[in-house]
């Protein structure tokens, strides 16, 4: 019998019941799948993260915060390389290396997912 990798690894994560991690993969899959919203995507991906997490508003803001570290870097990456074949490859890395968007794109994210991390958590607990 064989299985997918990612199948045999999602259930060995929650067999153990490291809910964590699982909650951080769902809020960063939900803000792939959410990137056209800008400002509710992460919120909402940071709100699964939280109730996903089951442990409390505490542990919802860092499951909202990782998973929304991990977007801003996939975003972050994905613009960069984007807007460098797009507008000539040296002059997009350098554009926004300059521009600051690697600091803004990662806390954008991070602190969007954390605030739905948290209103995540707080459902959850509520419960």
């Given at each position: 019998?064989?299985?997918?990798?990612?199948?045999?690894l999602i259930?060995?994560?929650?067999?153990?019941?490291?809910?964590f991690?699982?909650?951080?993969v769902?809020?960063?899959?939900?803000?792939?799948i959410?990137?056209?919203l800008?400002?509710?995507?992460?919120?909402i991906?940071?709100?699964i993260a939280?109730?996903?997490?089951?442990?409390?508003?505490i542990?919802?803001?860092?499951?909202?915060?990782?998973?929304?570290?991990?977007?801003?870097?996939?975003a972050?990456?994905?613009?960069t390389?984007?807007?460098?074949f797009?507008?000539?490859?040296?002059?997009?890395?350098?554009g926004?290396?300059?521009g600051?968007?690697?600091?803004?794109g990662?806390?954008?994210?991070a602190?969007?997912?954390l605030?739905?991390g948290v209103?995540?958590?707080?459902v959850?607990r509520?419960?």
């Open positions: 019998m064989t299985y997918d990798i990612p199948v045999v259930y060995k994560i929650i067999e153990g019941g490291n809910m991690l699982v909650a951080v769902v809020g960063f899959i939900a803000m792939i959410l990137s056209s800008p400002v509710a995507g992460p919120i991906a940071g709100f939280g109730i996903i997490a089951d442990r409390g508003p542990t919802g803001l860092w499951a909202g915060f990782c998973s929304g570290i991990v977007g801003g870097v996939l972050f990456l994905f613009f390389i984007v807007g460098g797009v507008g000539g490859l040296v002059g997009g890395f350098v926004s290396i300059m600051g968007s690697i600091m803004l990662f806390l954008y994210y602190v969007l997912g605030v739905g209103l995540g958590g707080l959850r509520a419960k």
